[in-house]
C-alpha cells in the first residue's frame, strides 16, 4: 500500500495539531483521482491517503497509527468485504466509514451490521466528508472526557533565551507540588536544546523526554512514570535529553500523545518550551489552559515578547489564557508606572513581577535546590506564590 502524501486541511504555513487525530483515507487509484478534496478547509484533521485496490490488504502499522479509517468497499468484490472483516477484527475500536459507489438499502445494512460507523458515497466529496470526521471526532473528545479527568496543561514561554522561563517554571511547579494533595504535578523540560530544568532541581537522571520521543506509540503510562524522576518536594520531572537533539526530531503527534498521557496522570503539567518556534511547540500551546511569557523590561525583550504575542494571536490562541510575567524587576520599578508604559508598549497587559536577586536564584541553581531551601521568606517567593490562584482556580477545567 502506497502512502502518496499527507493532506493537512489548513492553509497556513504553521500547522497546528492538536488532537493528534489521523483520518487514514484508502481509495483505488480511480477513487483517488475522482475524489474532491482540494480547496476546503475542515479545521486541523490530518488525512493519511492510502492508494489501495479495494480488495488489497492494509499495513498493521497505518492502521495502528489512525483515529479513523475510511474505507472503499466493493460489494462485487469478495476480498474488499474480506477486508473489512479484517480489520473489524483486529482493530475493534477503529471507527470505519464504509465509502462506495453502490449505496443501494442492503448493502448499506451489511455495512453497518459489519461495524462500519457510516457510510459516504463515492466520488468522494470533502464536505461530506469532513461533516462525518467531526462528528465522530466530537464523540471522541465526550467519550475521552468522560473516561479520564485531563490535569491542567501550564506553558511556560520566554521572551528570548536566559530571561528566567526555567527558573520561574521551576519555582511554579514547585509550588504548585507543595500544595497538591491530588495526583500530583510534573514539569516536563521540553527545551530539547538548552533544557536544564533538571539540573536546577538538583536531579540527574539518564532518562529523558528524548526516551519517551522514541518510544512513539508504545508509551504508556508505566515508561512515562519511570522516566519523571520525583524531586526533593514531591515534583515529577521529565529532563530534557542529556545531548542536543534537533527540535524536527520530535513532532505533533508524539508530542501530543505524550502530553495526552501525562495529563492524564498528573493534576498539573508545567511545560518549559524552547524559545524557537517548531509546529509541535505552537500545538501544544495552542492546546495550553495557560501561557505564561517570561519578559524582561528590556527594550530587545519588550520587543521579542510583542513578536510573540503577535505569532500567537495569529494563530486564534485566545490572548485571555497568556499571563506576561516581567522577571527580574528591580525594586524601584516594582508595581510603579514603568510597568504600565511596559505594558503600553507589549499591547498586552503585564500581570505579574518577579524580583531581581542574582545571588539567590544562582545560589539555588548552584545547588540544585529551590529558593525556598536557602531562604524561606524571599521577594521573588512571594512573587511565584501570587501566581498559584490562578493556576489552582482553573485546575482541571
Ligand atoms: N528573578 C531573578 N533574579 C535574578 N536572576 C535571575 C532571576 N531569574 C532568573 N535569573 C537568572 O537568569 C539566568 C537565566 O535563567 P533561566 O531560568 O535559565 O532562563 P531561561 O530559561 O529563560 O533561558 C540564570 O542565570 C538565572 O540565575
Ligand atoms: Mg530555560
Not at 492494509?58 to 468497499?73: F, K, N, P, V
Not at 525556598?372 to 524571599?378: E, K
Request: with cysteine; aromatic share 4%.
Amino acid at each position: 500500500m502506497g502512502v502518496s502524501e499527507y493532506i493537512t486541511f489548513t492553509s497556513e504555513d504553521w500547522v497546528l495539531d492538536l488532537k493528534s487525530r489521523s483520518v487514514l483515507l484508502v481509495l483505488s487509484e480511480a477513487e483517488m483521482t475522482s475524489a474532491h478534496f482540494e480547496d476546503v478547509t475542515i479545521g486541523q484533521a490530518q488525512v493519511l491517503l492510502a492508494t489501495t485496490p479495494p480488495d488489497a490488504r492494509l499495513e498493521e502499522a497505518q492502521l495502528d497509527a489512525a483515529t479513523i479509517l475510511i474505507l472503499e468497499i466493493r460489494p462485487d468484490m469478495p476480498k474488499s468485504i474480506d477486508r473489512l472483516k479484517q480489520v473489524r477484527a483486529s482493530h475493534p475500536d477503529l471507527p470505519i466509514i464504509a465509502a462506495t459507489r453502490d449505496s443501494n438499502l442492503s448493502l448499506v445494512r451489511m455495512l453497518l451490521k459489519q461495524g462500519v460507523r457510516d457510510v459516504v458515497a463515492l466520488p468522494l466529496a470533502q464536505t461530506e466528508l469532513a461533516a462525518i470526521i467531526a462528528e465522530i471526532c466530537g464523540e471522541l473528545d465526550a467519550r475521552k472526557a468522560a473516561e479520564v479527568q485531563q490535569g491542567q496543561l501550564i506553558s511556560v514561554l520566554k521572551s528570548i533565551g536566559g530571561v528566567g522561563a526555567t527558573t520561574i517554571a521551576t519555582h511554579l511547579a514547585g509550588e504548585l507540588a507543595a500544595g497538591n494533595t491530588g495526583k500530583g504535578v510534573c514539569l516536563i523540560d521540553l527545551d530539547l536544546q538548552f533544557g536544564d530544568a533538571g539540573a536546577y532541581l538538583g536531579l540527574s537522571s539518564q532518562l529523558s523526554i528524548a526516551d519517551l520521543i522514541a518510544a512513539g506509540a508504545r508509551i504508556d503510562r508505566d515508561l512515562l512514570r519511570s522516566v519523571a524522576s520525583k524531586s526533593a518536594n514531591g515534583l515529577h520531572v521529565i529532563a530534557a535529553p542529556i545531548d542536543i537533539m534537533p527540535l524536527e526530531s520530535a513532532n505533533s503527534e508524539q508530542m501530543l500523545r505524550i502530553i495526552e498521557l501525562a495529563r492524564e496522570e498528573f493534576d498539573h503539567v508545567v511545560l518549559d518550551l524552547p524559545t524557537n518556534w517548531t509546529n509541535w511547540t505552537l500545538s501544544l500551546v495552542a492546546l495550553s489552559d495557560i501561557v505564561f511569557l517570561v519578559a524582561e523590561l528590556s527594550v530587545a525583550s519588550l520587543r521579542q515578547a510583542k513578536r510573540q504575542l503577535q505569532l500567537l494571536a495569529s494563530q486564534d490562541i485566545s490572548s485571555s489564557h497568556i499571563h506576561v510575567i516581567a522577571n527580574r524587576v528591580e525594586k524601584r520599578m516594582f508595581r510603579t508606572i514603568n510597568l504600565d508604559d511596559a505594558s503600553h508598549a507589549l499591547g498586552h497587559q503585564i500581570e505579574y513581577s518577579i524580583h531581581n536577586d542574582y545571588p539567590l536564584v544562582r545560589a539555588a541553581h548552584d545547588q540544585g535546590v529551590l529558593i525556598d531551601a536557602i531562604r524561606a521568606r524571599s521577594k521573588i517567593g512571594a512573587d511565584i506564590s501570587a501566581m498559584l490562584p490562578i493556576l489552582t482556580k482553573e485546575a482541571g477545567a
